[in-house]
């Protein structure tokens, strides 16, 4: 780790980055990450590196580790607990770590500037509010429901894809207050009326298009949406 202080804006960064990491690692790629967590295996952790991707291994062997180490041993109680219950366990472990890892790289920063990073890592659901979806969503947009935030696409019954750009009446600042507690079930971001999401018809949670790769262009011909997830479950025999 460099010696030179980082800022705020780096850190968050750096928190953001292994943050996605791990989210991914509890949701879209759970299957992965539930087979790669043998309790026969020695103890594994679970990280987030800052080029957002996760991994499940041993613990540094370094003493003291160059950056605070996650949970010790997470595999141990993958078999005698059950899987949700298990998954939100590690998830609170790696909230602690995240935390952890942010202000020991901010060690060097002064109280404002502590505070300031505290409030930015605040404005994101925890990884265990994703993984639960804890998060209280109220008047979560549907199909036929003719009050859809802008950016937002559902399939109604007949497989067309209804989009309702900005409202025009007085109630629009409303509901985009109410549609922005909703979460990406991908990486776990706020809801933002600038930017394109798809609902999912089996589980009905709402993604950023970009997080499962789908335009609004392609959504168009689209009759059924299934996340990542769903399709895996659907596909199971």
Not at 48 to 68: C, K, Q, R, S
Not at 158 to 183: I, M, R, W
Request: charged share 30%; hydrophobic share 30%; with cysteine.
């Amino acid at each position: 780790m460099a010696s030179t202080p980082r800022t705020v804006e780096e850190i968050f960064k750096d928190y953001t980055a292994r943050r996605i990491a791990i989210v991914r690692a509890l949701s879209q790629d759970v299957d992965e990450f539930y087979g790669l967590c043998d309790p026969d295996k020695e103890n594994l952790c679970l990280y987030g590196h800052p080029n957002e991707t996760w991994e499940v291994t041993l613990p540094a062997e370094e003493v003291p580790p160059e950056l605070p180490e996650p949970a010790l041993g997470i595999n141990f109680a993958r078999d005698g607990m059950n899987r949700r219950d298990w998954l939100s366990l590690v998830a609170v472990h790696s909230d602690s770590w995240l935390l952890s890892v942010a202000f020991y790289l901010g060690a060097r920063l002064n109280r404002n500037e502590r505070k300031r990073l505290f409030s930015l890592i605040n404005e994101l659901p925890t990884v265990f509010e994703v993984v639960t979806e804890r998060k209280p969503v109220k008047d979560k947009p549907t199909a036929d429901s003719g009050s859809k935030s802008r950016g937002s696409t559902k399939r109604s019954s007949d497989g067309q894809v209804k989009s309702n750009p900005k409202f025009a009446d007085e109630g629009y600042e409303e509901e985009d207050d109410e549609h922005s507690e909703t979460l990406c079930g991908s990486c776990g971001g706020n809801y933002n009326a600038d930017e394109f999401w798809i609902g999912c018809d089996i589980c009905e949670r709402w993604f950023h298009g970009k997080c499962v790769k789908i335009t609004p262009a392609k959504a168009e011909s689209i009759k059924q949406y299934k996340c990542p997830s769903c399709s895996l479950r659907r596909g199971r025999p």
